[in-house]
């Protein structure tokens, strides 16, 4: 999940994708507005754990951070991430709030979709950060983390990937979203990811469609367990609130 900041212009065009977007719930939804303010604070659905997640925050020991999921109706749920960094190691993503999916870890071969649909917005974009989707795959179902594929709906305020060079190594167009292409290590991953050329605050296509790219032009192994399926934001530094208005997720 870490990564820096590079000089990449923030964009505030809304881009939509293509795909079916999940229509909210009304009769069925659990009403939770369950806030999480802990350092590795978590509220869990029937199909999601939500974190809170402050990760780095010995950066900013000051900072204050709190999570809140407003309903969940068992596939989907919406939430509010609200958080005030100081410009202390500017460079450093500090948290990652974010929902990560209940599943039993597949081979990424035997996947036959990810589909998933999300609207969000920022109160502020006066800020660094990233909006993404991080997905880890591994040689076994509990062993330790190899590749992590990071699909970023939004770089703001010149936040950017991990690289090993500084350049994109690939621009190519998947869910009807053009991407930019990054690699570069993470400890002991290698970490790709997918920074859309313009802000995407409502996204609905299929997540294997990344997979399948790296497969078939990086050399992704797709005999690995995806393990993790998580969407939410990584600040640098600001004060802001991300809310989730409707996200979900299915894996087959």
Known sequence: MKSFVAPMSLVSLALSAVGNAAIIPSNDIARRSTEICEQYGTVSTDKFTLFNNLWNQDKDTNAKQC???????????????SYSWAGNY?????????????????????????KSSWTWSYSNTNIVADVAYDLFLSSTPTGSEEYEIMVWLAALGGAGPISSTGKTIATVTLNGVEWDLWVGPNGQ????SFVAKSTVTEFGGDLLYFFDYLVKNHGLPNNKYLKTVQAGTEPFTGTSELTVYNYWVELL
């Open 67 to 81: 999570t809140t999921l407003d309903w969940s109706n068992g596939n989907a749920l919406a939430w509010h991430t």
């Open 90 to 114: 500017p460079n450093e993503v500090k948290s990652y709030a974010n929902a990560g999916l209940k599943f039993t870890p597949q081979i990424l071969s035997t996947v036959k979709s990810l």
């Open 189 to 192: 991953m290698t970490v790709y």
